[in-house]
């Protein structure tokens, strides 16, 4: 079965850099999706970045444009989150998460798109 496991998260100050890496196994789609969430405590689970793998379009959230880039080296390689000039607004638990199905543009930041989950990594940005 399809498995996503996190690594990357930690604690950084104010202005500070991770990167998040995601690497998945047991999949044998070849057009996929795959996609950063983030949830903080008592809040949502909301989208973060994401990345077609069959075409390479990405899409970021308003918030993170500038500061943080998806991507990845080779097909089956993991995906990376590189996040700069991190703001306490970012803390939050990150989740990758993948599908292997079409996904319209204007739903791809919708997490009830995605089948498959990982186990997420926590990021803590401390001021």
């Known amino acids: 079965q399809v498995q996503l496991v996190e690594s990357g998260g930690g604690l950084v100050q104010v202005g500070g850099s991770l990167r998040l890496s995601c690497a998945a196994s047991?999949?044998?789609?070849?057009?996929?999706?795959l996609g950063w969430f983030r949830q903080a405590p008592g809040k949502e689970r909301e989208f973060v970045a994401a990345?077609?793998?069959?075409?390479?379009?990405?899409y970021y959230r308003d918030s993170v444009k500038g500061r943080f880039t998806i991507a990845r080296d080779a097909a089956r390689a993991p995906v990376y989150l590189q996040m700069n000039s991190l703001e306490p607004e970012d803390t939050a638990i990150y989740y990758c998460?993948?599908?292997?199905?079409?996904?319209?543009?204007?739903?791809?930041?919708?997490?009830?798109?995605?089948?498959?989950w990982g186990q997420g990594t926590q990021v803590t940005v401390s001021s």
């Open positions: 998460a993948m599908e292997g199905r079409h996904i319209i543009t204007s739903q791809v930041r919708s997490p009830r798109e995605y089948n498959y």
């Open positions: 990345v077609r793998k069959y075409d390479g379009s990405t």
């Open positions: 047991g999949f044998t789609f070849s057009r996929y999706t």
